[in-house]
Nanobody
Framework: QVQLVESGGGLVQAGGSLRLSCAAS????????MAWFRQAPGKEREFAAV????????NYAESVKGRFTISRDNTKNTVYLQMNSLKPEDTAVYYC???????????????????WGQGTQVTVSS
């Protein structure tokens, strides 16, 4: 497993932007598929975005498509989530997740990932 530490959350007004970072430990980071999930109060954890380790293919939940961008820097063992045009409904704790060598179809399922960060709070005010 890899150790993950998120940062970059905070309070922002609707329409604003934030960039989340997730720093990973270990030399195997380039071979990990990395994802962002989020969990709002009283709701289940939901998939937001993924970047597949092989080829850098990205996929997004419909609710964030066109506003969020996931990227990675393998030289820094870090994955990012650029969030633009934020809405109050984006308010949640955002979690970084990792799955070693994964490139299957179940990328939006939380059970696919075996390493999780502690989460970072994002609050969007109206």
């Amino acid at each position: 497993q890899v150790q993950l530490v998120e940062s970059g959350g905070g309070l922002v007004q609707a329409g604003g932007s934030l960039r989340l970072s997730c720093a990973a430990s270990g030399r195997a980071f380039p071979f990990y598929t990395m994802a962002w999930f989020r969990q709002a109060p009283g709701k289940e954890r939901e998939f937001a975005a993924v970047i597949i380790w092989s080829g850098g293919i990205t996929n997004y939940a419909e609710s964030v498509k066109g506003r969020f961008t996931i990227s990675r820097d393998n030289t820094k063992n870090t994955v990012y989530l650029q969030m633009n045009s934020l809405k109050p409904e984006d308010t949640a704790v955002y979690y970084c997740a990792a799955a070693g060598g994964f490139n299957g179809p179940d990328y939006s399922r939380a059970g696919t990932y075996n390493s999780w960060g502690q989460g970072t709070q994002v609050t969007v005010s109206s």
